[in-house]
Structure formats: structure tokens, C-alpha cells
């Protein structure tokens, strides 16, 4: 009998697998399909447990399917372009090219280690040309459907590295994160993407994602951020222009004491007075300078300041002042606001800050005129605070007495009927930039023509290939800019010298659509094979980290409605199902006063930690496993130290998945110590019987034939079928899965039937449900047993209901409510109230407690216990 030893026969099994083609996707259209995706990763050179977790649990869910007799395509891939790669050539010299596929060839090594049944022949890099070649491609689809565009709009420019910064580059202090310079805002022709145009069924065809956590369904709903309400037109005073608002509270159009534009606004050149204009100038270059972040601080106070000109209120005639603050964004509504100090917290604070009138057209229900409760009274001083409920109008001419409600309606009703207004629906989402001044993206297959404007790049020449050789020094804008002999090339349409777009994508794009090219991951002359992405699609089952629940399952939702609207797809929700996993934290030494974390290495007493530095007691608690915090453990040093199977076993026995799971290495050693022990078991049962003996054996005979502890045995095993099946399907519960698999190994260990048929259905049993788990030690103990296909390739096991139903029920004797014993009763007995009585009264225990005493009552509980109360 030779011991566990994890390290080679995980090697054998995976080289093995990857021979016979095990885990090639099947092309057998009578099966029912299994799309199971991981959201892949990007190659930053070496795993990290949260990948171990995320692909551990797609891997379980593709290979119980497969033996569950669906087609299982488990596709991996590498989200390869981007920022990291760039700045490693700026500070080390390698070339993006050569850092990014040393990474993903390091990165493939480790996840071929997990034994991961991913059909490699599907492999994608979104940085190479035959992949982003189509993402070119789709790019001209938006194009040509008109939602790609190009608009002027404000960047983060870092005026010392000359470069444009993405807002994670942007400090709190609104600093650049590499030159530390104050960033300022500019001016650039970007490109977008009109993300807008699909906010409606964004928002709306969440509803069907019934496989979705509630939560994320949420987060992209406030993401998108529909309000409903109306668009409001303030003529200005002394000139023939309207400023035009957007507002969700027409009902409070009465209370208007003011108008505000956000500084950038273009009207505020119109309505600023001469004697104003330095002022505003100065105060809106200021506000330009700031990020949206600090201009919306919730806690900061609103600042603003007076143009001098008015506005005219059209439906009370009135002239109001117009300002400019720093909380009106430009980029929402209309960039302008209608100011209702007495019902909006931000005008209420304002107004205060600069005397501002403040006036009340909405007052609590049952307190408004006509109320028979209590007769009005116009506050006779400002209310002192805003109120912001729905209520009844007061103030408001012939509105006054309707619900804010009714009140809403009939209000944008008078608007529309007099050309001052009209009933609007505002989302909060934007537009999606997507044009880079980066190297390592996907170029944007555009030539500026000066004849011709903004024209495709003819098919036949996708892809627009990254020349290789271009100087990234970090500054200056786009890199490819400074290729010429890239940059100048003939107008594809009119021949006239044009230049080459030089921006590159935004890589989220990359991401939002190679869900669809796995499917048909090598086709040479297509983006894919709507026959095969529309078989394969939608992914059954998504896994992947709450971090990316916004963006990129919006924009890959969005990427699905546009492909579909283009013809080329049959469907318009990617993701069936989404599972989003919790974090693995590692164990941390935190100093709580210094807030400074400390290495476990240099802790002296790990049960009495002390900063070595401080000689401040340290805390010990669990955190998202990062580099910063010491608390990281490296996926190969586990597995070096105790195989790929318990690796997987102890992550998918920790937490449920959704759930942070805490990094334990006792836990670790204590799954380990659970398959050397079904090491032990099977090959134990595997020398004592020939193997022809042990298949033929497996095959369990007659229930009505099976003894006592054949049928408990049998009982034990098909429990484990049925419950196991469960944890597979719904919420993944692979947690229990995994205790009923320690169950299961615990009966077969006490089985006082080790030679009957019952006891090798038993172990092959055991077999069969670990394999998803744990595929390698399941795969070299299924051969020990004499089989010479896979494990794999088996078929799941289906409960046989009738090894499920027990004989006999337990129950508990009880004297004046004390417990005394149990006893077996067989179930027609245990169920019948007056059988089981007699039954109890006869029992050995129940004669020895109540000899020589007198019952004075007794209390049945059928099928569970009999208490006799004696005096
Ligand atoms: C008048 C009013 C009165 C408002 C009232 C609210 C309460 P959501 O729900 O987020 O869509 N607003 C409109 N455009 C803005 C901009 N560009 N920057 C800052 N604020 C803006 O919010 C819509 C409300 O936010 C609008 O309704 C407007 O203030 C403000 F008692 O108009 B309201
Ligand atoms: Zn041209």
C-alpha cells in the first residue's frame, strides 16, 4: 500500500488529461449545453488566491456537469491589455509585448497546476492582433450604427508629465499619483461610446436576470440612475436665449427663487453683467480646476456666487437671479438648476449661505389649507429646515390644494401647453469615454481625413497592428502620435494624406465581449460564428468578484444589446446566472494605534504578538490578503506544500462562496489529513478484492436482501448522493458538499459491512462525488480500483429514494421529563401513538425506571419520544 503523494500524481493526471483531451469541448449537440466562465484575468505575472477561489468553484460547477451529461465548454483567457504593461516598460525597459506573455506563461503554469479543466485550444489574449482584430471590427459596428462619436470633454491632465490620467491616477487631493503635480482639468476630442442610448433596457432587462445577486442588480440600477421628471425653460432677462433645467420636483416650480449653471456652463458668458464678469471668471476657473469628487462633497458647503443677470420664472412672471456654484455639474440634466431652498437640502443650505429668498409651496398633508385637521398658517418666518416630502401645494396660484403628485402631472401639463417645458427622463449614466493617450490598447481603427472627417479603416486591413517600436517615456499624450510613418497614411476613401487615429482603447472593451469569441475562439475570418455563439451563449454560470459588478457587466450587457440590434446575435442578456465570490483574507498583525501592519516573521510570541518596533500589543485580525499588509499566501506554496486537492478542497470547505473566506492554514492541513484518509480507505478496500471482484460487486443487490448495517450503509451513501446533488445546484452550497463528503467517509470507516457489495458501491460512491472536488486524487484512486477510463467521464449518480427511507426511528424515554434512554422502534410502530406506548412500557428501560412507581400520565410524541410523569 504506498502513501498520498499529491505532487506526483497531479502531475501525472494533468499531463495525462491534457493527452487524452479530456476537457476539449464536445461538439454533441443532443446534449443539453454548460457555458461556465471565470472572468479572466488580467496577466499581472502570478496568481493570487482570490483567482484560486474564483476558478476552483467554476471548475467544480463545468465537471459535475459534464458527468451530469451536459456539453461543457470552460474556456480561460487573458485580459492583456493595459497599464501595468506600459509602466513596466517605462521603469524597466522590457517591452510591453514580451512582459505580457512571460506573465501569461507563468500564470497558465500555475493554473495548469490546479487542475482546472479548462479546454486550452480556446485560449484568447485580448492583446494579440487576432483578437483585437475584432475588437476593431466591433468598434467599426458602433460606428457605423452611429454610437460611436467623438466630443470635446474634460480630462485629468497632469500638467508636469504631460499626460492624461484616469480618475483612479487622481488622488483625494486631486494629485497625480506618479508626478504628485495638482491635476488640472482639459479640454481633449475623446471618443465614446453611446452607452446612453440603452439605458432604458439596461435598466429594464435587469429584472429578467433572476440568476443575479439582488445586490448587484442594485448597484448597476443606481448606476444608471433614472429619474423621472420634467424640463423646465427659464427665459433670461435682456436676451433672446432660455436657460433650460432639469428638475424631478416640477410641483415646486412656485418656490423657484433663483437660478444656478454650473461655471462651465456656455450661458454663462450671456448672463454675467460686466460689472460681475472678472469675478465670475475667476470663480469658474477655480471650480474648473476641482475633480467631480470634491465638488460634490456631500460635507463640503456649496459655493457660489451671483452673475448679475435674471432669469424670468414663466409661471409667475418673476425675475429671479441667476448664479453659478460649484454643486451644479455640467455633465448632468441640463448643467443648470432650478434653486427650491424650501424643499431641496443642497438650495436650502445655499440659500442660507448667500440670503437667498426661501419660499414654501409644499406643505405636509394635513397641514395645507382646506385641511380639515388643522386650519393653514403661512409660515410666518423661513421654515428652518427643508421640506422634502411629497405633500400638498400651497403658494402656487391654481395648483395650490392638488398632491405633489397630481401636482407633478398637471404642472408639466400647463408647461407643455404653454412652450415652456415638457415631462423628461434623466439618467445618471453617461457616455462612455473610451479613447486612451495610452501605448497597450487596441488601436481605434479611425483615419482623419481632412476631406472626409473621421473615416473606418476598410475591413480588409484589420487589423491596424501596435507598431512595436515606439518610445513610451510616460508623457507627452499618445504614444503612437510620434510614429510618423504610422501616423500619415492615404484617406481610404478619397486618398487624400490623413492621419491615423492615435488614441487606443479603453481595455474594458477588450473584456465586454470575449465571452463571445470562446464560442468560436480561433475563427481566422470572422468575429465569430453567430451559429456557435448563439448555441454556446448565454453563460450558464459567470463566476467572478464583486469589484467588476458595475462596469463591466454593464458594459458587457450593453456590448450584448448592441451585437444583437447589429444582427449578429439571437439573444440580449450575456450572463444567465452570476456568481460573485467573497475575498480571501489572510491572517494580519495590525498595530491598532499606529495602524501599521507588521510581518509575522518578525513577531516573537505569536500568541502574545507585540510590535517589535513600538512594543505596542498587536491585533490580530483577518483582511483581504495584499502585499501592504503581509498577510498573503502564495497559491504555489500551498500547493507545493500540500497538492492542488486540498488546496481546492479547503477553499471550497471554508466559506460558502459568496462569503469572505478566512485563510487558515490548521483548516488547510485539517482537508489534507481528510484525503489521506480517503487514501487510506480506498486503497485498503482496493488490495483486499481482485478488481474484476470489485466491479463486479458494485453493483448492490436487493434492498429487501441487505442486513442492518448493509441497509444503514446503504442509507448513509445515497444521503450523500442526494444531498451533494442539492449543494450543486441553486446556491452552491459546496461547503456542506464537502462535510457530507467527510460523512460519507466517516460511515464507510464504521461500516461493520466491509465485505458486502454495499461497502464497494460505498467507495465508488465516494469516488464519484469527490471528483469534482478534488480530481486528481479521486482520478488515481478510481484507477487503483481497476478502471481504465476517467473518473471524469462517469456518470453522476442519482439518490435511489428507497435506500433513503429508514426502518426504524430512535426514540427518547423520558421519566418526569429526564431522559433516560433511547430505544430503535420499527416506523409503523413509531408512528402510532398507542403502539409506541406499549412498545416503550415493555422496553428494559422503561421497567427499570418505573418499577414500584405509580404512572400518573403519559405524553407521546409520535416517531420521537414517551414521557411518563410518576409520583
Ligand atoms: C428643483 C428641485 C426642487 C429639485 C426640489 C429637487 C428637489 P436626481 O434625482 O439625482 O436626478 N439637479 C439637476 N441637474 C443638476 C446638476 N447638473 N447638478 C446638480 N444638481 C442637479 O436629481 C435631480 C435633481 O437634482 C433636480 O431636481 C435638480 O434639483 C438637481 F425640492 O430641481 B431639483
Ligand atoms: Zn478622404
Not at 453683467?273 to 471650480?287: G, L, P
Not at 448555441?535 to 458594459?555: F, N, R, T
Not at 450572463?575 to 483574507?585: A, D, E, H, P, S
Amino acid at each position: 500500500e504506498s502513501r498520498y503523494n499529491p505532487a506526483s500524481i497531479e502531475k501525472h493526471w494533468q499531463q495525462t488529461w491534457a493527452e487524452q483531451g479530456l476537457d476539449l469541448t464536445p461538439d454533441d449537440r443532443s446534449k443539453p449545453k454548460f457555458y461556465a466562465l471565470s472572468m479572466f484575468p488580467y496577466p499581472s505575472g502570478s496568481l493570487h488566491m482570490g483567482h484560486v477561489r474564483n476558478y476552483t468553484i467554476t471548475d467544480v460547477l463545468a465537471r459535475v456537469r459534464r458527468m451530469q451529461g451536459y456539453r461543457v465548454l470552460h474556456p480561460m483567457g487573458w485580459d492583456a491589455f493595459g497599464l501595468p504593461a506600459e509602466n513596466a516598460a517605462i521603469d524597466r525597459g522590457v517591452h510591453p509585448v514580451k512582459w505580457t506573455y512571460q506573465n501569461i506563461d507563468q500564470m497558465r503554469t500555475e493554473l495548469k497546476r490546479l487542475g482546472l479543466s479548462y479546454d486550452w485550444s480556446r485560449e484568447v489574449a485580448t492583446c494579440s492582433p487576432d483578437y483585437y482584430k475584432w475588437t476593431q471590427w466591433i468598434f467599426l459596428q458602433f460606428f457605423e450604427a452611429g454610437l460611436a462619436y467623438q466630443k470635446e470633454s474634460a480630462v485629468n491632465w497632469d500638467p508636469i508629465d504631460q499626460t492624461v490620467l484616469a480618475n483612479e491616477q487622481v488622488d483625494s487631493e486631486g494629485k497625480s499619483w506618479r508626478s504628485g503635480a495638482k491635476v488640472e482639468r482639459k479640454l481633449l476630442r475623446q471618443w465614446f461610446f453611446k452607452i446612453t442610448d440603452y439605458a432604458e433596457q439596461l435598466l429594464n432587462d435587469l429584472e429578467t436576470l433572476t440568476g443575479w445577486p439582488e445586490r448587484v442588480k442594485l448597484m448597476q440600477a443606481n448606476w444608471i440612475g433614472k429619474s423621472t421628471g420634467a424640463y423646465l425653460e427659464f427665459p433670461i432677462v435682456d436676451s433672446d436665449e432660455k436657460i433650460g433645467v432639469f428638475t424631478t420636483r416640477p410641483d415646486t416650480v412656485y418656490g423657484v427663487t433663483y437660478v444656478v449653471l454650473a461655471p462651465e456652463h456656455p450661458l454663462t458668458q450671456v448672463v454675467t453683467t460686466s460689472d460681475r464678469a472678472t469675478a465670475v471668471d475667476a470663480f469658474a476657473q477655480e471650480i474648473a480646476d476641482q475633480s467631480e469628487l470634491e465638488r460634490t462633497a456631500e460635507d463640503k458647503p456649496k459655493r457660489g456666487i451671483p452673475t448679475g443677470g435674471k432669469a424670468i420664472n414663466p409661471f409667475t412672471g418673476e425675475e429671479i437671479p441667476i448664479w453659478i456654484a460649484d454643486y451644479v455639474l455640467y455633465e448632468y440634466g441640463t448643467g443648470a438648476v432650478m434653486g427650491v431652498p424650501a424643499h431641496d437640502v443642497r438650495d436650502f443650505k445655499f440659500a442660507k449661505e448667500q440670503g437667498l429668498a426661501i419660499r414654501a409651496v409644499v406643505a405636509p398633508v394635513g397641514e395645507a389649507e382646506g385641511s380639515h385637521h388643522t386650519p393653514y398658517t403661512p409660515h410666518p418666518t423661513p421654515p428652518a429646515q427643508a421640506f422634502t416630502e411629497p405633500g400638498v401645494l400651497i403658494n402656487s396660484s391654481t395648483f395650490d390644494g392638488l398632491p405633489s403628485i397630481e401636482a407633478k402631472t398637471a404642472i408639466v401639463q400647463y408647461a407643455e401647453q404653454n412652450g415652456f417645458g415638457k415631462a423628461r427622463i434623466q439618467y445618471r449614466l453617461r457616455d462612455w469615454l473610451i479613447s486612451r493617450q495610452r501605448y497597450w490598447g487596441a488601436p481605434i481603427p479611425i483615419i482623419h481625413c481632412p476631406k472626409c472627417g473621421p473615416v473606418a479603416v476598410p475591413d480588409a486591413d484589420l487589423p491596424v497592428q501596435l507598431p512595436e517600436n515606439v518610445e513610451l517615456s510616460g508623457r507627452g499624450g499618445s504614444p503612437l502620435a510620434t510614429l510618423e510613418s504610422w501616423v500619415n497614411v492615404a484617406c481610404p476613401t478619397c486618398g487624400t494624406p490623413a492621419k491615423r487615429e492615435t488614441d487606443t482603447m479603453d481595455t474594458f472593451i477588450d473584456s465586454s465581449w470575449y465571452f463571445l469569441r470562446y464560442p468560436d475562439a480561433t475563427d481566422a475570418n470572422q468575429v465569430f460564428d453567430p451559429a456557435k455563439t448563439n448555441d454556446w451563449m448565454p453563460v450558464d454560470q459567470y463566476v467572478g468578484g464583486i469589484e467588476h459588478a458595475i462596469l463591466h457587466l454593464l458594459y458587457s450587457r450593453f456590448f450584448t444589446k448592441v451585437l444583437r440590434d447589429r444582427g449578429l446575435l439571437n439573444f440580449g442578456e450575456p450572463f444567465q446566472r452570476l456568481l460573485t465570490q467573497g475575498m480571501v483574507q489572510g491572517k494580519t498583525y495590525k498595530n491598532p494605534r499606529t495602524g501599521k501592519y507588521v510581518i509575522s516573521t518578525q513577531i516573537t510570541d505569536l500568541s502574545n504578538p507585540i510590535d517589535p518596533e513600538t512594543g505596542d500589543a498587536l491585533e490580530l485580525v483577518y483582511e483581504k490578503m495584499s502585499k501592504s499588509k503581509y498577510n498573503g499566501v502564495a497559491p504555489g506554496d500551498v500547493i507545493g506544500k500540500y497538492g492542488a486537492d486540498t488546496a481546492r478542497m479547503f477553499i471550497l470547505f471554508k466559506a460558502p462562496p459568496e462569503k469572505d473566506l478566512e485563510w487558515d492554514e490548521a483548516d488547510v492541513e485539517g482537508q489534507s489529513r481528510f484525503l489521506n484518509r480517503v487514501w487510506r480507505l480506498v486503497t485498503e478496500f482496493g488490495t483486499q478484492q481482485t478488481s474484476t471482484e470489485k466491479q463486479a460487486t458494485a453493483v448492490s443487490g436487493q434492498r429487501s436482501a441487505l442486513n442492518k448495517a448493509e441497509k444503514e450503509l446503504r442509507r448513509a451513501i445515497h444521503t450523500a448522493i442526494a444531498a451533494i446533488t442539492d449543494d450543486l445546484e441553486g446556491d452552491y452550497q459546496f461547503n456542506t458538499a464537502v462535510s457530507e463528503l467527510m460523512k460519507l467517509s466517516n460511515a464507510l470507516t464504521d461500516a461493520a459491512c466491509k465485505d458486502s457489495p454495499v461497502y464497494a458501491e460505498g467507495i465508488q460512491a465516494l469516488l464519484l462525488l469527490l471528483a469534482p472536488f478534488a480530481p486528481h486524487i479521486a482520478e488515481e484512486l478510481w484507477h487503483g480500483l481497476g478502471h481504465t477510463d476517467s473518473v471524469h467521464t462517469q456518470s453522476w449518480l442519482t439518490a435511489d429514494a428507497t435506500a433513503l427511507i429508514a426502518d426504524e426511528k430512535t426514540v427518547v424515554i423520558q421519566i418526569n421529563g429526564k431522559t433516560r434512554g433511547a430505544i430503535e422502534v420499527p416506523i409503523a410502530i413509531a408512528d402510532d401513538r398507542v403502539a409506541l406506548e406499549q412498545q416503550i412500557r415493555e422496553s428494559d428501560i422503561a421497567k427499570r425506571h418505573l418499577d414500584g412507581k405509580t404512572i400518573k400520565k403519559v405524553i407521546v410524541v409520535p416517531g420521537k419520544l414517551v414521557n411518563f410523569v410518576v409520583g
